[in-house]
Each structure stands twice: as C-alpha cells, then as structure tokens.
C-alpha cells in the first residue's frame, strides 16, 4: 500500500528516469539553403577548376574531348585537395560560408577530420553520380543526406 501511496504522490524513485541519457539532436539545416551553398561552391570552385584544366593544363577543348579520362582525373584531384582543405581547416566552404552554414561531426558537434573529409568527399561524388540518392534527404525526416550518414557528419547553422 505504502508503494501505490508514494506513487500517487509522486514519492517513488524511478530507475528508468534516472538512468536514461536523453540525446540531444542537432538540426541540419534546410536543404534548400545546402543547396544555394553547393551551386555556390560549384560556380566559385569548380568552374575555375574545369576552365583552367581544359585549356590551360590540356590545351584546348579538343585535347580535353579527345582525353577525358585524363582531364577528370585531374579536375577531381584538385577538386578534391581543395575542398578537403576547406572542411578540415575551415569548417565551411566559401558557399558555406556565404550561407553561414558549417559542417562539424554529428556527434560532438566539432570540426571534423581528415578521414571523415574524405568519406564524405567520395560519397558526394558518389551521390552525383548515381542520381537516385539525390532524392534521399526527401525521404527522411532529419533530411540527412548519403554523406552526411555515411560519414557521421552535419552542417548547421553557424
């Protein structure tokens, strides 16, 4: 009788409480603002990239055709250094940045690494390419996108 009493009144310690950690979730932020920062990055980074690449480093547009492999190689590499360099040092790109976005770790909310740098460039190559990925951050709730789950990471808010 003594338990229901303490119960009711709100007396009894219960367990289940105390030893629960609540998690506390970090909202990305909207899609349509990732994708202003990515159309940002692509018009101030890689456009440069493929102009210099094609006619300065290849030669001409013919050269560029006539050698693909070679000129995507090279425009992905140095793509590549230099967005690396942007999300391990900075936090944020320059579209990021003009969006004020940062990308940090899912988990403790920091900068994140050179390995997590990498996997998330490789998956959003990947993403690129394989076009029904695109869609993913439709279909769940936190709108996380491939890279952000494949490689434990998030932008937000600065």
């Given at each position: 009788?003594?338990?229901?009493?303490?119960?009711?009144?709100?007396?009894?310690?219960?367990?289940?409480?105390?030893?629960?950690?609540?998690k506390?979730?970090?909202?990305?932020?909207?899609?349509?603002?990732?994708?202003?920062?990515f159309?940002?990055?692509?018009?101030?980074?890689?456009?440069?990239i493929l102009?210099?690449?094609?006619y300065?480093?290849?030669?001409?547009?013919?050269?560029?055709?006539?050698?693909?492999?070679?000129?995507?190689?090279?425009?992905?590499?140095?793509?590549?250094l230099?967005?690396?360099?942007?999300?391990?040092?900075?936090?944020?790109?320059?579209?990021?940045?003009?969006?004020e976005?940062?990308?940090?770790?899912?988990l403790?909310?920091?900068?994140?690494?050179?390995v997590?740098?990498?996997?998330?460039?490789?998956?959003?190559i990947?993403?690129?390419?394989?076009f029904?990925?695109?869609?993913?951050?439709?279909?769940?709730?936190?709108?996380?996108?491939?890279?952000d789950?494949?490689?434990?990471?998030?932008?937000?808010?600065?």
């Amino acid at each position: 009788m003594a338990r229901w009493r303490d119960t009711k009144q709100s007396k009894s310690n219960n367990k289940n409480t105390s030893t629960k950690k609540e998690k506390k979730l970090i909202e990305s932020s909207p899609l349509s603002t990732r994708l202003r920062a990515f159309l940002t990055d692509t018009f101030l980074i890689t456009t440069p990239i493929l102009y210099i690449v094609i006619y300065l480093i290849m030669g001409s547009g013919e050269a560029f055709s006539e050698d693909r492999i070679k000129g995507w190689s090279i425009i992905l590499v140095i793509h590549l250094l230099i967005i690396i360099f942007f999300w391990f040092v900075k936090g944020q790109t320059p579209g990021l940045k003009a969006y004020e976005l940062k990308i940090v770790d899912a988990l403790t909310k920091n900068r994140i690494s050179f390995v997590q740098s990498l996997i998330r460039y490789s998956a959003t190559i990947f993403v690129v390419v394989s076009f029904f990925l695109i869609f993913l951050p439709f279909l769940r709730k936190d709108t996380k996108t491939f890279q952000d789950l494949i490689s434990n990471t998030i932008i937000v808010k600065q």
